[in-house]
């Protein structure tokens, strides 16, 4: 019997594999398998029923608000920015420059992005230095504070805006011309067009788009750590302080906390699939 050759174009598979096995799907099964272990290595439950601690919830909860906030606003205004570019009957030449600096930006983050902040809006930012000196206006008397819950997300929003433009273009570029055109033929308005077509067809793409800048946003933590230290107690400076051997002292209850940003950010991932494979159905 003959046997059968492996194509040679699955070898450039082979890199991409090696590097998903070992950097990805091993550390993940080992994090997995530690949050049910103990320090003897037996089976165990108690590492989940630690996660309930009010410390850890609180930084659950916080680490959810932050990334609800970010991926709402984040929608919201790359959304605008994407249908402007795209369908708003701005120049065609500003598109370009516009996809390039949503690829750049998206990927812009950690210390960078930390010091880039903390040397415009931290307390002798330049913006601040200039509002206090143009117009005597100081924004830390009148409640702003960077190392904050609405400083990080604004800190954070400087990367989930491109990623929706990124994301949401595409979806905007499948609404076809036809279905305005044929709506126009109707009598719809441009926002009864909005509302009863184009809206429905990019729900299934919004919503994923949100579950995905939702999960961006709760794993980031290089950002928020160069930028806040330990002054925010979200879940990614918890584990990363964890693994430090600063604050818990327990490798395991530290799996299980990275266990629960992994379920959640899972779920998250998965809804975003789902409702692309959705959307995509319509722009065929």
């Known amino acids: 019997m003959q046997s059968r050759k492996l194509p040679l174009t699955w070898v450039g598979m082979v890199p991409f594999t090696l590097f998903a096995l070992l950097f990805l799907i091993a550390p993940t099964m080992y994090i997995v398998v530690g949050a049910f272990r103990t320090s003897d290595g037996g089976f165990t439950l108690s590492n989940l029923v630690n996660l309930f601690q009010p410390t850890i919830l609180a930084s659950y909860w916080i680490s959810i608000k932050i990334s609800l906030a970010t991926a709402l606003v984040g929608c919201l205004i790359g959304f605008a920015l994407a249908a402007a570019v795209t369908l708003g009957g701005l120049p065609n030449w500003l598109r370009g420059p516009v996809m390039t600096f949503s690829g750049v ?9 930390a010091f880039a902040f903390l040397a415009t809006l931290g307390r002798l930012g330049l913006v601040t230095v200039l509002l206090k000196s143009w117009f005597g206006f100081n924004i830390y008397t009148h409640g702003f504070n960077l190392l904050s819950f609405f400083g990080l997300t604004i800190t954070y929003l400087f990367f989930q805006i491109p990623l929706m433009v990124l994301i949401i273009t595409p979806a905007l570029d499948g ?7 044929a709506a126009s033929i109707l009598g719809a308005t441009g926002f009864q067009y909005w509302r009863i077509v184009a809206l429905p067809i990019l729900w299934p793409s919004l919503l994923g788009t949100l579950a995905l800048l939702f999960a961006n946003s709760f794993g980031a933590v290089a950002t928020a750590y160069a930028l806040t230290g330990s002054s925010m107690s979200i ?13 818990l002292q327990d490798p395991h ?20 699939v789902w409702l692309r494979v959705r959307s995509e159905r319509w722009m065929r």
């Open 105 to 113: 930006a998206s990927n812009f983050a950690g210390v960078p992005l």
């Open 175 to 181: 609404l076809k011309r036809e279905w305005k055109e």
């Open 235 to 247: 879940v990614p400076i918890m584990l990363y302080a964890q693994i430090r051997g600063d604050v």
């Open 253 to 272: 209850l530290g799996y299980a906390l990275a266990f629960g940003m992994i379920v959640i950010t899972g779920l998250a991932n998965l809804a975003y």
